[in-house]
């Protein structure tokens, strides 16, 4: 059964960098069927889709991270990263990664990581 | 961006009602549209896809409809384990977005 586990500092100071990976058990990252995406969740709000990207390397981002965030993927390894730049103490979340469905599951996160989170202070 | 509107924003219902949660979209998203459940403390789960698709494992007391901008999620039978949030999600464009959750307890 597929598992994803986050890794990363829970403190980050603002204006730093926050990098966090994912790993992926029992199963492969190479795979044409799914992306592997990044969402996170503020306290006490909603859930934000960060980005995707699919085991080629290639990547779909939020406009709204858009310049701050980068999606990588290695699939010898089966992690794939995040990586957010100058945060800020909006950026404070719980962050998940998710396996996402291609086509007709309408790009549905259908397993997920028990999430980490992350504060950003100074 | 597709905006998510979700209604209502919490309800409380009995053990055995029947929920209905709506979730409209800002345009036509046709029928490429997720629901979530996220217990407290935990990661959201995902219950339907593509408007009517139950997720294996899911009860068959949960059912999703719509079409185009309006969407349904229905609980019957509601259980104490239904305690939670509910999220739907538009996969028909990036950036992909949720709503803001409905809160559903449990009298």
């Known amino acids: 059964q597929l598992q994803l586990q986050e890794s990363g500092p829970g403190l980050v100071k603002t204006s730093e960098t926050l990098s966090l990976t994912c790993s992926v058990s029992g199963g492969s990252i190479a795979t044409s069927n799914y992306y592997w995406a990044w969402i996170r969740q503020p306290p006490g709000e909603w859930l934000e889709w960060i980005g995707s990207v699919f085991y080629t390397g290639t990547t779909y981002y939020n406009p709204s991270l858009m310049g701050r965030v980068t999606i990588s993927v290695d699939t010898s390894n089966r992690q794939f990263s995040l990586t957010l730049r100058s945060v800020a103490a909006g950026d404070t979340a719980t962050y998940y990664c998710a396996r996402q469905g291609i086509g007709v599951s309408s790009f549905a996160f259908d397993i997920w990581g028990q999430g980490t989170k992350v504060i950003a202070s100074s | 961006d597709i905006e998510m509107t979700q209604s209502p924003s919490s309800l409380s219902a009995s053990v055995g009602d029947r929920v209905t949660i709506t979730c409209r979209a800002s345009q036509n998203i046709h029928t490429n549209l997720n629901w979530y459940q996220q217990r407290p403390g935990k990661a959201p789960k995902l219950l339907i896809y593509t408007t009517s698709s139950l997720q294996n494992g899911v009860p068959s007391r949960f059912s999703g409809g719509g079409s185009g901008t309006d969407f349904t999620l229905t609980i019957t039978d509601l259980r104490p384990e239904d305690l939670g949030t509910y999220y739907c999600?538009?996969?028909?464009?990036?950036?992909?977005?949720f709503g803001r959750g409905t809160k559903v307890e449990i009298k």
């Open positions: 999600q538009q996969g028909h464009s990036n950036p992909r977005t």
